[in-house]
């Protein structure tokens, strides 16, 4: 699923460039090679408590293990979470957590691959990954989502850490992010390991990109998805396909990915004309809002 970290349209969604992350960015899920900074994973545990001296906020990425059409890998939303969470991470200093290790995808379980976690499981493990964080003496939570699926449950989970723990999470739904190129707005329809995706992986993680194998899909939406395509617009159509697409098939209502898209790309664009230079517009408004949430709330707390 398109890597937003929220659920506002794309108009009012929204960058800067970072310092790289390492060299090495295509070692995506972060499981072996250097040691990466800010990284809870390759930290040891005397770190952590030094950095628990001088502060007291942490990210976590969430993300997804489902299809992403035949170019992109099935950790393509984990990747884009992790690094775009390392990123910020970099430049505000603050500890990112492991991404868990699956999100809320049965809508594309008809494609090989995909694991699919239910939202309650889901919310408990990332509650009980906040838990202990909150044990050590993490007091401030950011949640990245790098799949749209998760939104929900994030929210539920940030509500949970605010009212029944010490610590505070901010819904990065509230968070205005700076407003993306017009390379990006202008992308049409491009909802899943589109163009938007597959630029952000060529950047974060090209080693698992095949472009050779990047190709457009054949999209067959209901009928009353169509309807509401073409005869509203703005947030009232955003409302109504918000709660309409991508089920799980056993619903009935025919919004799988397995029964819209022959490949499992969502976009009405071009998947060929994915670019580096694009997945670095994408990365950025992301860091950027982020970055500029994180330095507002240290203003308010140190
Ligand atoms: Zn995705």
Redesign the pocket.
């Known amino acids: ?3 937003h970290c929220l659920r506002i349209p794309a108009l009012l969604l929204l960058v800067l460039t970072l310092a790289p992350v390492s060299a090495d960015t295509d070692d995506a899920a972060r499981g072996a090679g250097a040691r990466t900074p800010y990284y809870l994973p390759h930290m040891t545990w005397d770190e952590v408590e030094q950095y628990l001296r001088t502060s007291d906020i942490v990210i976590i990425p969430v993300g ?1 293990i ?1 299809q ?1 059409g035949r170019h992109l890998p099935l950790n ?2 984990i990747v ?1 979470g992790t690094e775009i969470c390392l990123r910020i991470g970099q430049k505000a200093k603050v500890v990112v957590a492991p991404s868990v290790l699956a999100g809320i995808s049965e809508h594309h379980m008809g494609f090989p691959g995909t694991i699919a976690l239910s939202p309650a499981t889901f919310e408990a493990v990332l509650y009980e990954t906040a838990q202990s964080l909150v044990a050590h003496g993490f007091r401030r939570f950011i949640i990245y989502s ?2 749209g699926g998760n939104y929900t449950s994030v929210s539920n989970v940030v509500t949970r850490i605010n009212r029944e723990t010490a610590a505070t999470a901010v819904d990065l739904l509230h968070v205005e992010f700076p407003e993306p190129d017009t390379k990006i707005t202008s992308l049409k329809s491009d909802s ?2 589109g163009v938007e ?1 597959t630029s952000m992986m060529l950047l974060l993680a090209p080693g698992l990109v095949q472009m050779a194998k990047a190709e457009n899909p054949e999209i067959a939406h209901p009928p009353d998805v169509r309807a509401v395509m073409e005869k509203t617009s703005g947030r009232d159509q955003a409302a109504l396909l918000d709660s309409i697409l991508y089920l799980p098939e056993k619903t009935g209502k025919h919004t799988s990915t397995r029964e819209i898209t022959n490949n499992g790309v969502v976009t009405g664009g071009d998947v060929k004309t994915a670019t580096v230079e694009l997945g670095q517009l994408a990365v950025d408004y992301r860091v950027a809002g982020v970055v500029r949430l994180i330095e507002a709330w240290r203003k308010v707390r140190p």
């Open positions: 699923m398109r890597a997804s489902e992403h393509s939303d884009q790098g799949h899943h390991a995706e």
